[in-house]
T-cell receptor, first 114, second 113 residues
């Protein structure tokens, strides 16, 4: 069966520091991968999605970037964090073989920028 | 692109009553509509989904209906229980927008014992 991992689970970082969040998927190949951010008490904001290695689509211009160095690995980065980057970061995947594939979420990373 | 609207934003019901959450979408090509439940501090979990080739789907106390003509779909929870209290999100995906999912803004459901 498929499993999605995210780490770290929680992170407290000072403003201006760099960020690296990692997501990996097991049990499938060539998945579509997504990064979402959820501010406290708010909805899901799509940040990036990827249909393959090295293919990244950005939904919101900001100080974040994403990379997909391997088929089942998706990384979210920042060179300098802002206070507004605080939130719950969720990685998600679909099978990618056809439209209408179910999307599953990872356990998330809770980021607090101080 | 697709635009998904969700109502109400908050909903309180007595235990045992029914709850209904409604979503509308704008892209008539959207063909997949999942519903997620998110408990406090946890990830969204898929609870039910429907594809555009059916009008209704039921799983125990949960059902989803889809009206393609009106471009709206609804989540129905019957015989609500306190453990149903959570935030519920609807979503839509369309072949026109590749592999993106468009989410509603969420409904906070409280079931009062």
């Amino acid at each position: 069966s498929q499993t999605i991992h995210q780490w770290p689970a929680t992170l407290v970082q000072p403003v201006g520091s760099p960020l690296s969040l990692e997501c990996t998927v097991e049990g499938t190949s060539n998945p579509n991968l997504y990064w979402y951010r959820q501010a406290a008490g708010r909805g899901l904001q799509l940040l990036f999605y990827s249909v393959g290695i090295g293919q990244i689509s950005s939904e919101v211009p900001q100080n974040l970037s994403a990379s997909r160095p391997q088929d089942r690995q998706f990384i979210l980065s920042s060179k300098k964090l802002l206070l507004s980057d605080s939130g719950f970061y969720l990685c998600a995947w679909t099978g990618g073989r056809r439209f209408g594939e179910t999307q599953y979420f990872g356990p998330g990373t809770r980021l607090l920028v101080l | 692109g697709e635009n998904v609207e969700q109502h109400p934003s908050t909903l309180s019901v007595q235990e045992g009553d029914s709850a209904v959450i409604k979503c509308t979408y704008s892209d008539s090509a959207s063909n997949y509509f999942p519903w997620y439940k998110q408990e406090l501090g946890k990830r969204p979990q898929l609870i039910i989904d429907i594809r555009s080739n059916v009008g209704e789907k039921k799983d125990q106390r949960i059902a989803v209906t889809l009206n393609k003509t009106a471009k709206h779909f609804s989540l129905h929870i019957t015989e609500t229980q306190p453990e149903d209290s959570a935030v519920y999100f609807c979503a839509a995906s369309s072949p026109n927008t590749g592999n993106q999912f468009y989410f509603g803004t969420g409904t906070s459901l409280t079931v009062i014992p």
